[in-house]
Structure formats: structure tokens, C-alpha cells
């Protein structure tokens, strides 16, 4: 063989191991890479799957009423007040039981903060001293306990009163403490100024008491629960410990601050950086005034001192056994005072969160949270809430481990320190990591006292939720007659009777509002409520129940009284269970916006009724607010219709509509509109003189009710301006639904 022939032969050689070589590589990257498309299939394959329709069925199976039963034993065998040894107790406890579920991450945040406690060693009193100045009758306010081998709760107070004494030879009586009561007094005749004066619970918040008591000089106030609300005699029998009634010497603890926060702190957390006002500053924010809760037994008692005078108008009635008068000078000579030994503390607080992480958009946040802390052993508020959260949290991550539930978002459990003082633990929270939730939350489900009845579902939401709780209802049964629905529309239906009643006000009364006010995201406040016809309660509305904030908080008054079996826990838990289901895995986040233009049209006609020919004398019109909502109506609509033709498949556009969807809400946030206790939401916040309520449009009737107390120009202009931001807000909801390219102002 000559050598071109060797050549050839190794260049054949050659050629050939290099085309196997070539074969192997690309047979081993095509095989790679057909790996690498099917992940990449699988992984687009995930981005874009909705939610189970049938998830809930997992739900109502794991949901368990005996394990509520004993978080609620456990949370409630001990009083848990802000700032104490167990406050710290129960967040570890919390906390461990995140670990012991195993819930993918877990964290606890300590504040310090300026809380108020009655002294230990003496009683708040009310002192009866006769013409000779002797004391005639000390009454320390106290409770009694009833049950055996329950732990002694803090003694009777108002936190943030004015520690001091009070003293008059005049006693009033100004039914509700609310503006038209002391204007009903004055209109008879009536000088409630350096008085002491006594007023009842109910019908607004009792900070705003004190607060319009002190407004008209009134020197010390006296509140009470009348029994006609708490104890009416149709359930005489009914009284606690043989059921769910206010005993007479039962009293109804809480905050009288009228804001929200640390008080040192306004605006910013309370931690180890942050700035604190000094003493006098606070002085001046919190109440000036004493100001103490009593039994009705004692109220009974001082009404009786008081000479015989004008008897009050029906409305101002009550059911003590007696005549109820406007007061005035108490008979033969006597002063009354009133004794207050409150001590404000700097404490520490803590917060407790735990998160089951999303798999595709773990840095969305869907939130549930409650308050832990209570004014004595809060068997229903707060720990009602604690107790389906605790479940919830378990069942979730139970769920989650199974494969049962994929959730997309991530789903934060939250537990709130020192709510009752004023809402601080939420509020310090929120403003510590303000930036970060106002970029990444989606919603917050806020479940405080889940059981003030145990009829009907009752519901405060956004307006964009509320499409999302009527589905959720529908879908769950009460009874095998009934869905949860059912029952609600009829127990609380809608004026024209399609719906049940769903109210936007969720005002200050818990801890949704900063993340309605400042982060702004939709929110829910939910509940049991009681059957309206129930003739026991003619007089107490839904919100609120008889020991309310009292020693008779206890496990005893749900387990025997209120929901032995815990089926109407459960039922809520479901409830609550799947709106985070829902929320957390559907595709596009089940929010209607054009639910939201059609319920502020309705509020807007309510608000034009009440002030346009008002305004119209003051020569401010209200076209162009009119002209701003029908321009959202229009816009809403036209996004829902795009919305239904969205090609799913195409993720990017998923997350567009998605954005548009979750920045609607804060579009109504407006930071320099309204100064009033930072409350930023134009269209619903708490009432200047309300905060358990709200108004529509509360820049603009904060700046009415101003003006009508006192006319001149500087407040005239306020009102136009506030208007002018109203319309603003609106119109950039507008521009949030719009096509990216669409910056017309009108449509």
C-alpha cells in the first residue's frame, strides 16, 4: 500500500470517529435540550394555571371545631392585656405553634411604645361627700368574678384618661356623648361647663366621647352600659354567669385615644431609631379630662343623688328603674368626685408573622390578621380570631405539604400586639415596612371578634371584594337547607333585596385600617352576627354584644352560650379559609372594579342629597366630582370587557392586568389631602366624629362639618380643595384602568 493510499485511510478514519463523535454531541444536546424545553413548558405550564374550583371540598374536611375549641382554651386561660408578661407569652406561643405547623418562614417584632394601666394598688373611685364635705359613700369600680378558678382580669379603666380628680356639686346626663346630646342640653337650658358629666355606651366610639365632652368644658366624664342595651329585662334571666348578659356591675374596658399608633411616635415605628415626642407634645394630643366606666348598678346609684328635674325626652330613656333626667344639682348639698389613677408606661409589644411562601409570586402578599392582645381574657374579642387563625394556619400548610393547595401568592399570617390601645401593633408594622407592602400586598383579611352571634354571616369590604365574598358564600352550606348566602340574604338583604348587605365604612375599629388608609389594599372585616328579630337585642347593634371588653369575656361564655358545638367557628373558618385560597391561586385576582364605580355612583347620590344645595349656597357646585365617576363607570366597564377576552395563555399579560388590578385600590391614597390621623383614603375613612364609622368622601365632610362649626373664608377654600382631591384620586383610578398608551384625560 502506497502512502496517498495510507492517507486516504486515516483521513477516512479520521472523518469517520469525528461524525460519530458529532452524532454523540448532538444526540446528547438534543436530548438536553428537549429536557430543557419541557421544563420550560412546564414551568409557562405553572405560571398560567388557575385555581381548583373544588379546593374547598379539602377545606371543609380539615377544618376542625374542636381544634378551635382548644386554641381558644389555651388563648384564653390567662388575661393577655398590651405590655404585660403574657402579652410576650401569648406571641410566643404563636409563634410556636407557626414552627410546630411548619410554615415556611416565621418572624416576631418587638416595639416599644406608651401604654396606660390602671394603679394596682388602688381603685379608680367615685367619692359622694355631704354639705359638711365628709365622705358620705366611696365607690371603688371593680368586678366581680363568677366562675372558679378563673384568673383575676385588670381593673376596671379607660386608658389614656387624664389621671386626676374631678370634683361638682352638679351631675348631667348626656345620653350618648354625641354632639347633639350636649346641644339638646344647652338648647335646655343646661351648663354641662367645670360639670361632671355621665353619658351611655353606644353609638359611637368612646374616644369621641371624651373627646366632644371635652370640647364643651365638661370636667370629668362617667360612662355606663344602660341595660336597655347590655341587659334588657325580657333577659333578666339571661344575666352572666346563666348566659350572655352584662352583669350590673359589668364594664366595658377600652382606649379613649383618639388616635391611631404610638402616641410618641405619629407617623412613624416605634423602634430603636425612632424619634419620640416629648412629654408635653403628648400631653397635648392625649385627653385632658378624667373620664371612667362604671356598672350600671353604680350609675344607678349617682342618677339617684341628682335633685328632681326635667325629665328627658324618649330617646334619652333608658331601662334603670327610675326617672331619667337631664340633672343638675344633687340633692341637699352634695359634691361628687371623680378619682382617676391611671399611669402611662413606656412597654414593649410584639407582632408575630407567619408566611407560607407562593410559588410563582412569593413576593405578593395575601394577609389575614388579628389582634392578640385583650383588656381581661377575651375569649371573643380578640381570641375568637387567634383561634381560626391558628387553625387556618395549620390546615394551610397541612394543605400545602399534600399537594392539595398550590398557592401562587404568598400567604401571611399576622398576629397584632396592643390593638386595643389604639391599634399599635398594626400601625407600627405597617409604617416600619410601609415601602415594601405598598409594592407587593395584594389584600388584607382582618378577623378580630369572629363571633358576636351565630346566625348570619356579616361582612365589611371594599367594594372591589365583594363580588369575591358573595362567590365564596354561595359555595359553602350552613345548613343542608341553606348556603351561607342564603342565610345572610336573609338576615341582612340589600334595599332592593338581590344581595346581602356588604358596607364599604370599615373605619378605625380594628387593625384593616392602615392597610386600607396607608398601604391601600382592599380589606375585609367579618363576622356571625345574631338574627336581627332576636328580641333580646332590639337595642345593641350588630357590631357589638353585652360583655364587650368586661371580666365575662370568658371560654365559659362561647362554650356554654354562644357556640358549644363551634360550628359557626368552623363554618367561619371555611369562610376565611377559601377567600385566601382564592386570592392566593387564582390566575387573575378576583376583583371587580366596576363593582366598586357602581357603589360609589350610590354614594355619591347619598352625599349629593345630603350637601349639594348646602354647597350650592356656599357657591361650589359639584359637576366635575359628578362628571369624574361616570368617566371611572365608563372606564371600569371597558376594563372588565378586556379583561374577559384575555388570552390567559400569555402570562405577560396575566400580570399587566393583574398590576392595573392591584393599584386600583391605592389610587384613591392621597397623602397631602387629608392630615386628620393619617387617614389617606378619599373615599372611605373613619368620621371626625366616629371613628368606629365612616363617611364617603372624608376630606370633603371633615372640611364641611369644620365650617359649619365656624364660617370663614381660609375653611370655605378647604372645602373646594378637598373637593379638587377628591377628583383627583378618582381620575387617577381611571388612568390605572386604562391601556398603557391611553393618557386621555376623559373618555
Known amino acids: 500500500m502506497n502512502l496517498s493510499s495510507k492517507n486516504f485511510l486515516l483521513l477516512l478514519s479520521f472523518g469517520v470517529i469525528v461524525a460519530i463523535g458529532l452524532g454523540f454531541l448532538i444526540g ?54 398590651g405590655g404585660t408578661e403574657m402579652d410576650k407569652k401569648s406571641a410566643d406561643y404563636i409563634i410556636d405553634s407557626f414552627k410546630d405547623f411548619g410554615l415556611d418562614h416565621y418572624d416576631i417584632f418587638e416595639y416599644n411604645v406608651l401604654l396606660d394601666y390602671p394603679d394596682e394598688k388602688k381603685f379608680n373611685n367615685i367619692q359622694i361627700y355631704n354639705s359638711s364635705s365628709n365622705l358620705e359613700k366611696n365607690y371603688d369600680i371593680d368586678e366581680p368574678t363568677y366562675d372558679p378558678g378563673v ?179 344633687l340633692e341637699n348639698n352634695r359634691t361628687i368626685t371623680l378619682n382617676v389613677f391611671n399611669q402611662r408606661e413606656r412597654r414593649k409589644t410584639y407582632n408575630v408573622m407567619g408566611l407560607i411562601e407562593g410559588s410563582d409570586e412569593p413576593d405578593r402578599y395575601v394577609m389575614i390578621g388579628n389582634h392578640r392582645d385583650s383588656w381581661t381574657l377575651g375569649s371573643l374579642d380578640p381570641s375568637s380570631g387567634t383561634a381560626v387563625m391558628l387553625e387556618l394556619a395549620r390546615v394551610m400548610m397541612k394543605l400545602k405539604k399534600e399537594n392539595k393547595w398550590s398557592p401562587k401568592r ?144 370568658t371560654f365559659k361564655l362561647v362554650n356554654e352560650f354562644l357556640d358549644p358545638k363551634f360550628e359557626t367557628f368552623r363554618i367561619l373558618g371555611i369562610i376565611v379559609g377559601e377567600l385566601l385560597r382564592r386570592l392566593s391561586e387564582q390566575l387573575i385576582l378576583p376583583f371587580n372594579v366596576h363593582r366598586f364605580s357602581t357603589q360609589l355612583q350610590k354614594e355619591y347620590e347619598l352625599f349629593k342629597n345630603d350637601q349639594k344645595d348646602y354647597l350650592a349656597s356656599l357657591g361650589i357646585q359639584l359637576d366635575l366630582l359628578e362628571n369624574s365617576i361616570k368617566n371611572l363607570t365608563y372606564v371600569s366597564q371597558n376594563f372588565n370587557k378586556r379583561l374577559e377576552s384575555i388570552d390567559k395563555s400569555k402570562y405577560h399579560l396575566v400580570r399587566m392586568y393583574n398590576d392595573q388590578l392591584r393599584n386600583f385600590e391605592r389610587s384613591f391614597l392621597d397623602i397631602a389631602g387629608k392630615d386628620r390621623n ?57 388612568s390605572v384602568l386604562k391601556e398603557h398608551f391611553d393618557f386621555k384625560r376623559y373618555v
Not at 405560571?47 to 371540598?57: H, K, S, T
Not at 380539615?62 to 390567662?78: G, K, P, Q
Not at 342640653?185 to 358629666?197: E, I, P
Request: aromatic share 14%; net charge negative.
Open 678 to 734: 393619617a387617614y389617606y383614603h378619599m373615599i372611605y375613612a373613619p368620621s371626625i366624629s366616629d371613628a368606629y364609622g365612616g363617611d364617603v368622601f372624608p376630606s370633603v365632610t371633615d372640611a364641611i362639618y369644620n365650617y359649619k362649626k365656624k364660617a370663614d373664608n381660609d375653611l370655605l377654600e378647604v372645602i373646594k380643595l378637598q373637593i379638587s382631591i377628591v377628583i383627583y384620586t378618582i381620575q387617577s383610578a381611571s
Open 410 to 553: 404568598s400567604v401571611m399570617f399576622l398576629s397584632w400586639g396592643a390593638e386595643e390601645y389604639g391599634l399599635i401593633g398594626s400601625v407600627e408594622w405597617v409604617e416600619e415596612y410601609l415601602k415594601k407592602l405598598q409594592a407587593n400586598s395584594i389584600t388584607y383579611l382582618n378577623i378580630d371578634t369572629m363571633i358576636k352571634g351565630n346566625y348570619s354571616y356579616r361582612a365589611y369590604a371594599s367594594p372591589i371584594l365583594h363580588d369575591l365574598i358573595y362567590d365564596v358564600t354561595k359555595s359553602i352550606r350552613q345548613t343542608s337547607e341553606e348556603s351561607v348566602f342564603d342565610r345572610w340574604l336573609k338576615n341582612d338583604p340589600n334595599q332592593d333585596n338581590t344581595e346581602p348587605e356588604i358596607s364599604p365604612y370599615l373605619g378605625s375599629g380594628s387593625d384593616h385600617m392602615s392597610f386600607l388608609q396607608k398601604v391601600g389594599i382592599p380589606c375585609v372585616e367579618q363576622y356571625f352576627a345574631r338574627d336581627k328579630k332576636n328580641i333580646y337585642f332590639t337595642n345593641m347593634a350588630s357590631s357589638s354584644y353585652p360583655t364587650y371588653h368586661s371580666a365575662y369575656e
Open 151 to 329: 384568673s383575676p382580669v385588670s381593673k376596671p379603666f379607660l386608658a389614656y384618661a387624664k389621671s386626676g380628680s374631678a370634683s361638682s356639686d352638679e351631675l348631667y346626663y348626656a345620653n350618648f356623648c354625641m354632639e347633639e346630646d350636649f346641644k339638646t342640653l344647652f338648647d335646655s337650658g343646661y351648663d354641662v361647663k367645670n360639670k361632671l358629666v355621665i353619658c351611655r355606651y353606644g353609638k359611637i366610639f368612646r374616644g369621641n366621647k371624651v373627646q366632644i365632652a371635652q370640647e364643651y368644658g365638661v370636667k370629668g366624664l362617667i360612662l355606663y352600659d344602660d341595660p336597655l342595651r347590655a341587659a334588657p329585662s325580657v333577659a333578666s334571666d339571661l344575666i352572666y354567669p346563666s348566659g350572655e348578659f352584662l352583669p350590673n356591675q359589668g364594664t366595658q374596658r377600652g382606649t379613649v385615644m383618639v388616635t391611631d399608633g404610638d402616641p410618641l411616635t405619629p407617623f412613624y415605628p416605634s423602634n430603636e431609631y425612632g424619634y419620640r415626642l416629648p412629654d408635653k407634645k403628648i400631653d397635648d394630643l392625649l385627653p385632658k379630662i378624667p373620664a371612667q366606666v362604671v356598672g350600671y348598678s353604680i350609675a344607678y346609684e349617682l342618677f339617684k343623688l341628682i335633685g328632681k328635674n326635667q325629665q328627658v325626652n324618649n330617646e334619652w330613656k333608658g331601662e334603670l328603674n327610675m326617672t331619667y333626667s337631664y340633672g343638675g344639682k
Open 28 to 81: 446528547f444536546f438534543s436530548k438536553d435540550a428537549k429536557k430543557l424545553d419541557q421544563d420550560t413548558v412546564d414551568y409557562y405550564k405553572r405560571l398560567i394555571r388557575d385555581f381548583d374550583p373544588n379546593g374547598v371540598e379539602h377545606l371543609i374536611q380539615e377544618v376542625n371545631a374542636d381544634s378551635i375549641r382548644n386554641y381558644l382554651r389555651n388563648i384564653t386561660f390567662l388575661p393577655h392585656q
